[in-house]
């Protein structure tokens, strides 16, 4: 591992070549008491007005400095400059790390290490309102592109001593840097060393965003055991449940771990609202569900194989709808869902200005215009437009249900009800199979825990018996006493 010359030429010479063609590379040599001495920084990264009123004009007018380089660094270091985020550094991977990240490196000739300031100055994001997690009586601000910030908005809302960050990497070779965030005495240290483990086994070179990182702290399945939030009350919230978050520069995301199976129905505006109502909501969530994975499923299944078991005037309406279309209900079914899935694809992905109309086109254009010609039954468009908009209730499980619709759609086509139902209990066993960091996925409904069960996942209580600590920490998964 290279490491810092005692020559300053050499120094240069190095980064010179390390940033060989980069016109962002800034060098500025100057001399201290006749001794050279050059300052490294990037530009678009660093505050130039920081750089000159903090480092620049102090080391310029600094009185003379007797002895080697080293003495002089030492007098800089300890009587010249000031800079909040100070250090010496010796290693030249490092140095190059830091500049990458807004610092300033000083190097004196003479001297085998060099001075690095924090003087970042690049343009970010103000916290605005997350645009995928809606609240209606939330706090309006979001976590930024920036971990330092993000940090900042947990500390503002948790004021104690317990909240801790610690500073992580993946693999000890991304240069992505990450914070752990936990509070002490109630996050279980068993899932605390689970989590800094699996990170330093991930070999990613650079983390973009926090969902790089999703597969590795999981184990894989159908629903994840790691929740993501854009919101700093959700993030607080959880931590205070015992949860670990992991916070990635450069991502608006925070991780969550462990998440479990049931907190995809739980959202903050349940907890802002009086406890019947929050229970009334949930259960609407549990239900859109149900809709949003089994109906089409079950839609094809019945019609195709037990049709018996509808309503003589019902049946009657669908076979009329069916004798007018040239295909099959599965067919008109799996022709609507990928239908489905492109014009929300397209709609995701088109500019802000077309987004709108390209949504109107599909849904009233195409949609009504393929009933008209008969291409499509009304009874087919109306279970997949029932589907899609039961789906929207839930958004944190739009990925996995999108499958599972589908699987379910031709588990009902082949083998009828029965299938739909086989589908269901390979589901359930998934679900009762898999785990989060050591807590089971569907906790704490399977294994029953019959206290927090009728608290917070069937019913949501009111705060008088939510606020006692002591009770829900012990209950929590995730909390001190799992793993351990």
């Known amino acids: 591992m290279e490491k810092v010359s005692a020559r300053l030429q050499d120094n240069k010479e190095y980064l010179q070549a390390e940033f060989q063609n980069s016109m962002d590379f800034?060098?500025?040599?100057?001399?201290?008491?006749?001794?050279?001495?050059?300052?490294?920084?990037?530009?678009?990264?660093?505050?130039?007005?920081?750089i000159t009123l903090s480092i620049l004009n102090p080391l310029m007018g600094a009185p003379i400095m007797p002895g080697d380089g080293e003495m002089k660094l030492k007098f800089i270091e300890q009587n010249v400059l000031g800079s909040v985020e100070q250090k010496r550094e010796e290693q030249m991977e490092?140095?190059?790390?830091?500049?990458?990240?807004?610092?300033?490196?000083?190097?004196?000739?003479?001297?085998?290490?060099?001075?690095v300031f924090g003087v970042q100055g690049f343009d970010s994001r103000g916290p605005e309102e997350p645009q995928n997690e809606v609240m209606q009586r939330g706090a309006k601000d979001g976590f930024t592109e920036s971990y330092q910030s993000n940090m900042a908005m947990i500390r503002r809302r948790m004021k104690t001593t317990s909240l801790k960050f610690e500073k992580a990497q993946v693999g000890g070779q991304s240069h992505t840097p990450l914070a752990i965030c936990y509070l002490e005495g109630v996050a279980s240290p068993t899932v605390i060393e689970k989590v800094?483990?699996?990170?330093?086994?991930?070999?990613?070179?650079?983390?973009?965003?926090?969902?790089?990182?999703?597969?590795?702290?999981?184990?894989?399945?159908?629903?994840?055991?790691v929740g993501?939030?854009?919101?700093?009350?959700?993030?607080?919230?959880?931590?205070?449940?015992?949860?670990?978050?992991?916070?990635?520069?450069?991502?608006?995301?925070?991780?969550?771990?462990?998440?479990?199976?049931?907190?995809?129905?739980?959202?903050?505006?349940?907890?802002?609202?009086?406890p019947f109502y929050g229970t009334f909501i949930r259960w609407l969530k549990y239900l859109a569900f149900f809709l949003s994975a089994f109906l089409p499923g079950l839609y094809v299944a019945i019609t195709t194989h037990h049709p018996e078991l509808l309503p003589e005037s019902l049946l009657l309406k669908i076979a009329?709808?069916?004798?007018?279309?040239?295909?099959?209900?599965?067919?008109?079914?799996?022709?609507?869902?990928?239908?489905?899935?492109v014009l929300r694809e397209a709609g995701l992905?088109?500019?802000?200005?077309?987004?709108?109309?390209?949504?109107?086109?599909?849904?009233?254009?195409?949609?009504?215009?393929?009933?008209?010609?008969?291409?499509?039954?009304?009874?087919?468009?109306?279970?997949?437009?029932?589907?899609?908009?039961?789906?929207?209730?839930?958004?944190?499980?739009?990925e996995p249900l999108a499958l599972l619709r589908l699987a379910f759609l031709l588990a009902g086509n082949f083998m009828g009800v029965w299938g739909v139902m086989l589908g269901l209990v390979l589901l359930l066993l998934n679900l009762c199979g898999s785990e989060s960091f050591g807590v089971?996925?569907?906790?704490?409904?399977?294994?029953?825990?019959?206290?927090?069960?009728f608290r917070d996942v069937f019913a949501r209580a009111g705060w008088q018996k939510l606020s006692r600590r002591d009770a829900k920490v012990q209950d929590m998964p995730g909390s001190r006493e799992i793993g351990q």
């Open 440 to 453: 089971p996925l569907l906790s704490p409904v399977a294994p029953y825990n019959g206290n927090l069960v």
């Open 26 to 50: 800034m060098m500025r040599e100057l001399e201290l008491s006749g001794t050279g001495a050059a300052l490294f920084a990037l530009d678009g990264l660093v505050s130039k007005q920081t």
């Open 196 to 225: 800094k483990k699996r990170l330093e086994a991930c070999d990613l070179q650079t983390a973009l965003g926090a969902g790089y990182l999703v597969s590795f702290l999981e184990k894989g399945g159908i629903f994840t055991g």
């Open 94 to 115: 490092q140095i190059l790390l830091l500049l990458m990240s807004g610092f300033a490196v000083l190097c004196i000739d003479g001297c085998a290490e060099a001075l």
């Open 320 to 341: 009329e709808a069916e004798a007018q279309t040239p295909f099959p209900v599965m067919a008109e079914t799996l022709l609507l869902y990928f239908l489905y899935e």
């Open 228 to 274: 993501m939030s854009e919101r700093p009350d959700v993030v607080c919230g959880k931590i205070e449940e015992g949860r670990v978050a992991i916070l990635v520069e450069g991502t608006p995301s925070v991780l969550l771990v462990p998440f479990l199976f049931v907190e995809n129905f739980q959202t903050l505006d349940d907890y802002l609202t009086r």
């Open 349 to 398: 992905r088109a500019p802000r200005s077309l987004s709108a109309t390209v949504s109107i086109v599909g849904g009233l254009v195409v949609g009504d215009t393929a009933v008209s010609a008969g291409l499509v039954s009304a009874p087919s468009l109306l279970v997949v437009a029932l589907t899609a908009i039961a789906g929207y209730a839930v958004p944190r499980l739009y």
